[in-house]
């Protein structure tokens, strides 16, 4: 690994992620990638009663990106959307037991992934105009 000096916590959530794939019928999704290494994640959450009641992610990327991927879903899940959307890339890292230095950038991915997938959510489901139902007329000019 590059002589990258990962903690035992870091090496645990990258052999065993955790909610690593994919999420059927997921509510909402969103993908990051960073453009300095090409790394690139995606994350996927259902959602009832304004909680996330499930949370995948998908990752291609070095193991600080799978271990944060797998920490950031882990803080996410059950949580409301509006606590889940504050947590930081600085939170990810804490909770893994701090990333060396150098792999802090790689935590970004996964706050950023978790946040737009929220605000993904927020749009399509609290902020879209009402659709008609089916059967209504549409009013076309
Ligand atoms: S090196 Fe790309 S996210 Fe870690």
Request: charged share 25%; with cysteine; net charge positive.
């Amino acid at each position: 690994m590059n002589n990258v000096d990962y903690n035992a916590n870091i090496l645990d959530h990258f052999k065993n992620p955790r909610n690593m794939g994919e999420l059927k019928n997921a509510d909402a999704e969103a993908t990051v990638g960073n453009p300095s290494c090409g790394d690139v994640m995606k994350i996927m959450i259902k959602v009832s009663n304004n909680k996330i009641e499930n949370i995948k992610f998908q990752t291609m990327g070095c193991a600080a990106a799978i271990a944060t991927s797998s920490m950031a879903t882990e803080l996410a899940k059950r949580k409301t959307l509006d606590e889940a959307e504050k947590i930081t890339n600085k939170d990810v890292s804490l909770a893994l037991g701090k990333l060396p230095p150098i792999k802090e950038h790689c935590s970004n991915l996964a706050a950023d992934a978790l946040k737009k997938a929220i605000a993904n959510y927020k749009k399509n489901y609290n902020e879209s105009p009402k659709l008609p139902n089916k059967g209504d007329s549409l009013n076309m000019i």
